[in-house]
């Protein structure tokens, strides 16, 4: 099981990746090759969306200036997609499309 903290929550993807959970918005590793990472407000989520891709589930997250996709196989547990799709819920309080 995943620990959450009050204040980061962090879901581990493949190698040292990894997204950050803040108080008010959450962080996301910004390419394949790069360390670097893009801050979202939770505020600016307009939709969320999870879609079968390839055997697999994709995660689409629509923003105001930006779209963001997560393809299950990119996490190193079958559980993290659910958690990761979970806690985007809770705190943007965005309801998930299936």
Known sequence: MLA??????QVA???????????????FPHGKLF???????YTSVISIRVEPLANKRALQIRC???SI?????????A?????????LEARTGVRVQQ
């Open 64 to 66: 105001a200036d930006r």
């Open 4 to 9: 959450i903290s009050l204040h980061v929550l």
């Open 79 to 87: 559980n993290a997609f659910d958690e990761l799709v979970s806690q």
């Open 35 to 41: 360390t670097k990472t893009t801050k979202v407000p």
């Open 69 to 77: 996709f997560v393809v299950e196989s990119m996490l190193p547990e």
């Open 13 to 27: 993807l493949r190698g040292s990746r990894a997204i950050v959970f803040g108080n008010t918005q959450f962080e």
